[in-house]
């Protein structure tokens, strides 16, 4: 056996074994890796806030809290919005109790002839509420418990990185740079400076569309008279843009379930509204706001953002856009555009052979054209 054979047989067989350790390494480590990926893309979305503050004189690390404080404050104000009108709503429930009870044991013996006694009914479903809650307290408390720590570590692990990676930012990219020759310094600088771009146009296009979609629900949700109409367009706009996939089935049941408190009708009518909305934002609205910040075509955008939720699950989803937004801007700096023979290629029965570049009139038949060529 020659030689050279020898080396290609382990220079192969080093490539296969490696990539199968990386596959291991990898799939063990995916949590770290999508957390690191999290971190990566909020970097990103927070460098245009930063270099708001860096070019007015602020240190790096101090405009990167501020920027996190500012994210942080938003967050809380959505909270603590939140918060009250759930504590509100749960308290109106707990109060109305007895006649939504009431009123629906007459229903039912007036409509099917029932013999229920609202009292009786009211009794079971308390001490019932008050034993079943005795119960889940005690067998759901240790592992509600552990989640909740679960995702405090996550949550705290995403910010640590998220701080490093955008106050040490300018010296990661020399640290990177500094490995590479000059002409690869160039691409890889290009590259995140596309990141950072069309991550910001991203988040640009989320907010927009929450404050479309906030109006929106608001005008609806004021119209029904529903109670706190305002945290709850904020909670539909917020809800449905930032949480991919199932954030528009999320916004939609909290205004549903006050309506029903209020008046069933009305909350029929809520769920025609998020429903037409919805296919409103989906067909008209995002689109064409995706294809203007990102650069993107439609099509493109619904793809990216369905094969990103295959991948990598609600992480991917949110990171989708931006990075095919990135990856297209990179490569179409390598991609030869030329003019186009015939602008009027895309125009069919126009009386022009794209074959044989020959114009006719439309009635010569294709023997004619060919011997006339």
Request: hydrophobic share 55%; charged share 15%; net charge negative.
């Amino acid at each position: 056996m020659p030689p050279w054979v020898r080396r290609a047989i382990v220079f192969w067989w080093s490539i296969l074994v490696g990539l199968w350790l990386t596959l291991i390494v990898a799939r063990e480590l995916r949590s770290l890796l999508v957390q690191l990926a999290v971190a990566v893309f909020l970097s990103f979305a927070l460098e245009p806030a930063v270099g708001f503050f860096v070019r007015r004189g602020v240190k790096r690390g101090q405009a990167t809290l501020l920027s996190l404080l500012g994210v942080f404050l938003a967050f809380g104000v959505f909270v603590a919005l939140m918060g009250q009108l759930i504590a509100t709503q749960l308290t109106d429930l707990v109060e109305e109790l007895p006649d939504y009870v009431s009123g629906g044991a007459a229903w039912a013996n007036q409509r099917f002839g029932a013999d229920i006694d609202p009292s009786d009914l009211i009794n079971q479903i308390e001490r019932g509420q008050i034993t079943t809650f005795a119960n889940d307290a005690s067998r759901y408390l240790l592992s509600i418990g552990t989640t909740l720590a679960g995702v405090l570590f996550q949550a705290l692990t995403i910010l640590l990185f998220t701080y490093y990676l955008t106050a040490d930012g300018p010296r990661l990219r020399r640290l990177i740079c500094s490995v590479l020759p000059p002409t690869r310094q160039v691409e890889v600088l290009r590259v995140l400076d596309l990141a950072t771009d069309k991550t910001g146009a991203y988040i640009s296009s989320r907010l927009l569309l929450a404050v479309i979609s906030g109006l929106f629900h608001w005008v609806v949700f004021a119209a029904l008279g529903l109670p706190s109409a305002v945290a709850l367009a904020l909670w539909v706009g917020v809800i449905s843009q930032f949480i991919p996939t199932l954030g528009t089935y999320l916004a939609g049941v909290l205004p549903a379930l006050v309506a029903v408190g209020d008046d069933p009708t009305k909350a029929v009518w809520v769920i025609v509204a998020v429903v037409v909305y919805q296919q409103i934002e989906n067909y008209l609205l995002q689109p064409r706001i995706t294809a203007q910040t990102l650069d993107l075509h439609p099509a493109v955008s619904i793809g990216a953002v369905l094969a990103g939720t295959s991948l990598f699950g609600a992480a991917g989803a949110l990171m989708a856009l931006p990075v095919v937004a990135t990856a297209s801007g990179f490569f179409s700096a390598y991609i030869a555009r030329h003019d186009l023979v015939e602008d009027r290629l895309d125009i069919e029965g126009a009386g022009f052979d794209v074959g044989l570049g020959v114009e006719t009139d439309g009635t010569t038949d294709a023997g004619e054209t060919l011997e006339n060529s």
